[in-house]
């Protein structure tokens, strides 16, 4: 701890160093541990008792007496915070926070970052903008991951770090930063914009049907859907390959048609919403005609399938023909790119029937579509 500007962690050579953390798990039912290992320091995480996989776990330590907050109040100056970690499960995601508990902002200064594989150290920093804090304030740290599942998971930390840096020499961030919950671009923005290849609903309960004609009649005639409901998952799928090999710059979206939503009108907390997450594995050439729960899986776990940890959770647009626009982030693009993320899916999040329009129709005009860039 010889810089005066500096809070330094080693976990490797101080063990003991977990006694000086807080660390504590929240909405679900998820049971944590934060205990000294060969080199690390490890979060363990059960969740196999969890239902609804909303539950979110951290460790955080007060850094202020460490750091000299007073250089905060000179032009340029931030803090940085920076982990070495190595994670059981992967791709997943977790989050570095600095907050100052006299002044809250929710969220403000928090990263999430896409780790890629559970073989390799992957260092991961993030540098404030204009963090607000002066000598006496409480400043924190912290590290969390949260929604991977409802099995059992292992974060492995090194070091942590905080510093007070300048934010013009100190040199960009590591890792592959995932902004939270980013600002909608406009879809005028994007040069690429492919309608879905394959799109259909599988069904729990039903393993062994095709739902590629599951519709609604209407004045006009049938209305083909795909519906997310307790039981019932919509699967997307792309024909990606003139773009292998490219790299994607920035975020993208996908954009879906609304047909019709029901759910309760009451205000519940993570209630009611859909979980947008990659198709990670099973059959990568599934076709929309025959495709069904156990042809889709293959014989394995839907979680060995589908990535138990969301891309994102949005709010469906209520009205029918309303649009849902939902950012898919820069690492995943990536993945359906390179054809290591087979395709995207939808799942319900509390209790929700949503419908949306399916490519049979005529026009296509409110298929689901994928808008992104790429580099040069």
């Given at each position: ?27 679900g039912s998820a049971g944590m541990e934060f205990v000294p290992g060969d080199g690390y320091a490890s979060i363990h995480v059960d969740a196999t008792r969890d239902r609804r996989n909303i539950w979110w ?181 792309w024909d990606l390959a003139a773009w292998a090999g490219r790299r994607v710059a920035g975020s993208g979206l996908l954009a879906l048609t609304t047909h019709s939503v029901q759910r309760s009108s009451d205000e519940l907390y993570e209630f009611g919403k859909m979980r947008v997450v990659e198709i990670l594995g099973g ?94």
């Open positions: 701890m010889g810089n005066p500007n500096q809070f330094f962690e080693d976990f490797g050579k101080e063990p003991q160093a977990i006694e000086r953390w807080t660390w504590f798990t929240g909405d776990a951290l460790i955080k330590r007060e850094v202020s007496p460490y750091l000299d907050l007073a250089r905060l109040h000179e032009p340029g100056q931030e803090l940085r915070i920076e982990a070495c970690i190595r994670v059981s499960h992967a791709p997943r995601r977790v989050n570095l926070h600095i907050y100052n508990a006299k002044r809250p902002e929710h969220h403000a200064h928090l990263m999430e970052f896409d780790i890629p594989d559970t073989t390799g150290r992957h260092i991961i920093s993030m540098t404030t903008q204009d963090f607000d804090a002066e000598p006496g304030d409480s400043v924190y740290g912290q590290l969390a991951l949260m929604d991977w599942g409802i099995g059992a998971y292992r974060v492995d930390i090194a070091y942590m770090k905080m510093e007070v840096v300048d934010a013009a020499t100190a040199g960009p961030d590591q890792g592959v930063q995932v902004p939270y919950h980013p600002p909608i671009p406009d879809p005028g923005t994007f040069e690429h914009q492919i309608t879905v290849a394959h799109d259909c609903l599988i069904d729990v309960t039903y393993p062994d049907v095709n739902f590629n004609n599951w519709c609604v009649q209407e004045t006009g005639g049938k209305t083909t859907l795909l519906t997310i409901s307790g039981m019932q998952i919509v699967i997307l799928r059959d990568p050439q599934w076709d929309q005609t025959t495709v069904t729960y156990n042809s889709l899986c293959q014989g394995r776990p839907i979680d060995a399938v589908l990535n138990p940890q969301m891309i994102i959770d949005v709010d469906v647009a209520a009205e029918p023909g309303g649009k849902t626009p939902i950012t898919i982030s820069r690492p995943v693009l990536q993945r359906m790119l390179d054809g290591k993320t087979l395709g995207l899916a939808l799942r319900p999040l509390g209790a929700i029937n949503a419908s949306f329009y399916a490519m049979e129709n005529e026009g296509k005009e409110r298929s689901a579509r994928l808008l992104f860039n790429l580099q040069g």
